[in-house]
């Protein structure tokens, strides 16, 4: 596959979440080529670091875990100056029932409610894109339960995955609409990358190994997995846009605009959801650069 041509980032600043693994890692590697400075913005500093030995470029490694609101809170308190990308990457999938640190159900706290509190935190700081990276399994519930988030006495780890993927691209969708509203020219945009060999899920017991290796089989490298993150990124794509492989059933191939389900773009939805997630995050769209 032809990769993207990504053009000259220098004097760009980008934070990719998740940065030391997965999608993340070529997501920061292709940034530093083009010459982004790149924060690796990861929970464990120590595998942030042995990662970032193979970012090309300018770069450096923070500590940011999204499973903890304080921890979100300090790495967009220390931010000083511009930041022109940030990507929204780092995820969990198929926990086990579990809680974020703030009390949150793992796969919509950390997945989603902490890049939301992320994103509201550093907006007033953000010169060009908020990419937030989804995935097809949003395809995997009808909509956002409001009711019962967290699932509680019916919890399912696909389910909950599914939601907190369909989140991400409401929450794209509600960013835009608010960024259109005051006249920013920042755009927010989703990506995700069919299906990639990484360290997604769970990775014990037989069932787990059998299904990774079948998934090895199907999938594509992360190289190309990190592909649609880069399109959103980097080319000039209306705000809003969803980027994903084009082939069979968006698993793999080229890089391209795709489509979403009608769940995901219910602007009703993705209204309610942000007023959720602002209540229970304690942040909000605010300042944003025009
Ligand atoms: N791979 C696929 O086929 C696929 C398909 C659809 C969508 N996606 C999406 O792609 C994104 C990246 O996943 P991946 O496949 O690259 O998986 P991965 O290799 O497991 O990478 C996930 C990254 O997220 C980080 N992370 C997890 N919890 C975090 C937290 N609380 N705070 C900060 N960072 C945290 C992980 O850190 P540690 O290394 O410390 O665990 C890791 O760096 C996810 O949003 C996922 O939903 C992946």
């Known amino acids: 596959m032809n990769a993207l041509q990504i053009p000259d980032l220098t004097g760009r600043t980008a934070v990719v979440t998740g940065a030391n693994s997965g999608i993340g890692l070529p997501t920061a590697r292709a940034l530093g080529r083009a010459g982004a400075h790149v924060v690796l913005a990861v929970r464990d500093l120590d595998k942030g ?72 935190l550093l907006l007033p700081h953000i010169t060009d894109r ?70 997604l899920g769970p990775r014990s017991g037989l069932g787990a190994q059998l299904g990774r290796m079948l998934f090895k089989i199907v999938a594509q490298d992360t190289e190309a997995g990190a592909q649609p993150t880069l399109l959103a990124a980097t080319q000039d794509v209306p705000g809003a846009s969803y980027a994903g492989p084009d082939g069979h059933s968006g698993m793999r191939g080229a890089p391209a605009l795709v489509g979403r389900t009608a769940a995901a773009s219910d602007p009703a939805a993705a209204k309610r959801l942000w007023a959720q997630s602002a209540e229970l995050t304690g942040t909000d769209f605010s300042g944003v650069p025009l």
């Open 49 to 120: 670091k042995a990662a970032a030995t193979t970012v090309p470029g300018s770069h450096e490694v923070r500590r940011l875990d999204l499973a903890h609101l304080a921890s979100v809170r300090e790495f967009a308190a220390s931010w000083d100056g511009d930041l022109d990308l940030l990507i929204n990457n780092a995820g969990v999938m198929m926990a086990p029932e579990g809680r974020t640190k703030d009390g949150f159900e793992t796969h919509f706290g950390t997945n989603h409610l902490g890049h939301f509190a992320l994103t509201n």
């Open 130 to 199: 908020v990419v937030t990276v989804s995935a097809a399994a949003h395809r995997w519930v009808k909509g956002i339960d409001f009711d019962n988030l967290y699932l509680a006495g019916e919890y399912n780890p696909r389910r909950a995955y599914g939601q907190s993927k369909l989140a991400n691209l409401l929450f794209t969708l509600e960013l835009q609409r608010r960024l259109s509203d005051v006249g920013s020219r920042v755009r927010s945009l989703a990506a995700h990358p069919g299906l990639a060999v990484s360290n």
